[in-house]
Each structure stands twice: as structure tokens, then as C-alpha cells.
């Protein structure tokens, strides 16, 4: 069986299970085992009746991630599609292809964990902050396609405190970092969301989390949660 034959056959297996249970509405297969809660508490918010799946639940090919999700992209319908961080794919627009008209959901920030950043209301003026420092160098660093986790750690704060802040943007100065100069700031991705306020939603948010002691309580009243409702609706309709 060739490798386009297997992920033929799997994609038509789970549709047909959604086809033969009366009240459920399609399978979603996500990234990994950590995506999982992420994803059924979205579509239980869309109230929608969803079975999501990981590696775990595939006897014959229990891998995990986001490229190997993507090898389904040709078989995917309304019964069965993914669920898959966005990375920089959605910011840099590297793959538009990945919509809902395709049976692609995404998050639209950087992953899940950035809407567990954007969840916690006590962190929101630090993150604003934190943002607004580091949004010309952040900039710069899409432009340039630098390391995503090189400049993520360079930009890490050690702790929620403020004082902290005030040392970051110290030491970008010190650092020397690249940066967009603010008086004559370019954000081609502005369309897509971006701003001085909420970098926080596009970088590598699983590096910040630790630090600022963000959990995973979920919340549905920040952007852009409401992108992905709208994708859930234009498929599950």
C-alpha cells in the first residue's frame, strides 16, 4: 500500500464513522495528545458534536504533529479534517491554502498556548507591555527569518513583575537587537491582526508560559477565538 493509498484509507474510515453515528458531526484529527483538550473544549464552546483523535487513537500510525496531520490534506471533507497550530504559516500568509474551505483549522496565533496567554485577564498589561517592547524587533525577526526560539528566548522575560520589563528593554538596547526603528514602522502583517500591543499571540507563547505561570484555563472572549469559531461554522453547517 502506497503512502498516499494509507492516508486515503484512514480519512475514509473516519469519515464513514461520522457518517454511521447519528449524532456525531465529523472526527478532527489534531496534532498531539496536549492539543486535545484544546480542541474539544473549542468545538464544545461551537456546540458542536466532534470526536477529536491523536496519534494515540491510530493503531497503524500513532505519530504525532503538525507535518504529519498535514499528509491527509487531499482526503479531507466535512466529516473528517484537522486542527493544526498556525505557527508563522498564518502571519507570513506561507500557506493560504490551509483554510476551513479546505478542511483546515488553525489557530491563528502562533498555537494553542498563545490563546492560553491570551485567556489569563491578570497577565493581559504585562503581555500588552511586554508586546510593546519588543514589537519592532519582533518585526524584524519575521523579516529577516531568524530562529524562531533564538529570538523568543532573547525576548523571554524571568518573571511577571514589571521590573522585569523595564530589564528586557534594557537589554535589547544592550543586545543590540535588530529592530524596525517605531518612526517609520512598517507592519505589512497589521491585516492580519498584528499589533504594538499583542505580539504576545504570534510568538512561541510555550516559552513565556512558564516564566509568567500561565495555566491552561481557556476563555473565549479574546481574539481571534472568534476566527476559528467561524471556521468551525462555515464547515459544520
Not at 123 to 145: C, N, R, T, V
Request: proline fraction near 4%; aromatic fraction near 12%; glycine fraction near 4%.
Amino acid at each position: 500500500m502506497s503512502k498516499q493509498d494509507f492516508y486515503r484509507k484512514w480519512a475514509m474510515s473516519y469519515s464513514h464513522e461520522a457518517d454511521l453515528k447519528k449524532k456525531l458531526e465529523a472526527v478532527v484529527f489534531v496534532e498531539g495528545k496536549d492539543d486535545k483538550p484544546f480542541w474539544e473544549a473549542v468545538f464544545m464552546h461551537a456546540s458542536k458534536q466532534v470526536r477529536v483523535i491523536t496519534g494515540v487513537d491510530n493503531p497503524e500510525n500513532p505519530a504525532s504533529g503538525k507535518q504529519e496531520r498535514l499528509k491527509y490534506f487531499p482526503h479531507l471533507n466535512k466529516r473528517f479534517f484537522i486542527c493544526i497550530d498556525s505557527d508563522y504559516g498564518y502571519i507570513k500568509q506561507a500557506h493560504p491554502e490551509y483554510n476551513a474551505q479546505n478542511f483546515v483549522l488553525q489557530t491563528y496565533t502562533y498555537a494553542i498556548e498563545n490563546h492560553y496567554l491570551a485567556s489569563n485577564g491578570k497577565l493581559q498589561d504585562f503581555l500588552k507591555q511586554h508586546s510593546s517592547i519588543i514589537y519592532g524587533a519582533f518585526l524584524a525577526h519575521l523579516a529577516a527569518g531568524t530562529s524562531v526560539n533564538k529570538f523568543c528566548e532573547s525576548v523571554k522575560p524571568p518573571d511577571g513583575r514589571n521590573e522585569s520589563l523595564d530589564a528586557l528593554q534594557k537589554n535589547i538596547r544592550e543586545k543590540q537587537l535588530p529592530c524596525v526603528d517605531n518612526r517609520c514602522m512598517d507592519n505589512r502583517y497589521a491585516a492580519l491582526g498584528l499589533a504594538a500591543d499583542n505580539v504576545y499571540l504570534f510568538m512561541k507563547a510555550k516559552m513565556l508560559m512558564q516564566p509568567l505561570r500561565c495555566g491552561n484555563d481557556l476563555s473565549f472572549e479574546h481574539f481571534p477565538m472568534d476566527k476559528i469559531q467561524k471556521d468551525i461554522a462555515a464547515i459544520l453547517t
